[in-house]
């Protein structure tokens, strides 16, 4: 008998069952709106444009108030909405546009430009065995999207500074600086 086979005979015997190997799986995850973004890629990336241009045009209220001081109030509203709909990380740097709407920050090695090559081949992530691999899916909705090959595009690595900040004000500034340097 070898000494796995008493491992698993003595591991059987016990009552105790460790709940997984992983802390990210000890976690209940819900896939479901997750993958629904996936599958609604085109609509979500049309909304999203709309609702930057929205954004875009409040820049002088945002301007006005601070964007320091909006930050906190929009960052609840955006924490909300993206952890629902992308179960988003809150890295700061927002690439769903470019990701077929699915966050590369759900990956458990948080890969930024791609799968890691542990995908199974049923789909499903190396490290969270029930999970679909995000990159696979980042490709399925990519596919749906206008932009298509965007997720192309080599990303940055995360800058850890901006995590818990809110994108959506960021891309505003930015996109508000590039505006005005365009206009001048």
Not at 67 to 74: G, H, L, Q, T
Not at 128 to 157: F, T, Y
Request: hydrophobic content about 40%.
């Amino acid at each position: 008998m070898t000494q796995a086979t008493l491992v698993r005979k003595a591991r059987e015997a016990l009552a105790y069952r460790p709940a997984d190997v992983s802390p990210q799986r000890r976690v209940q995850r819900r896939y479901t709106m997750r993958l629904w973004s996936v599958r609604h890629a085109r609509f979500l990336e049309w909304f999203y444009a709309r609702f930057a241009d929205v954004f875009l045009a409040l820049h002088p209220v945002w301007q006005k108030i601070g964007y320091s001081r909006a930050e906190k109030p929009v960052k609840f509203v955006e924490r909300r909405v993206k952890g629902l709909m992308f179960d988003c990380r809150m890295c700061g740097q927002c690439i769903l546009s470019s990701t077929g709407m699915s966050c590369p920050m759900n990956c458990p090695k948080q890969l930024r430009n791609g799968p890691c090559g542990g995908v199974r081949a049923n789909g499903n992530c190396e490290v969270e065995p029930d999970m679909p691999c995000v990159w696979v899916k980042a490709w399925e909705g990519s596919q749906r999207m206008r932009n298509r090959d965007a997720i192309l595009a080599v990303q940055k690595p995360v800058d850890q500074s901006l995590r818990e900040t809110s994108a959506w004000l960021r891309v505003t500034a930015l996109a508000a600086a590039e505006r005005e340097k365009a206009a001048s």
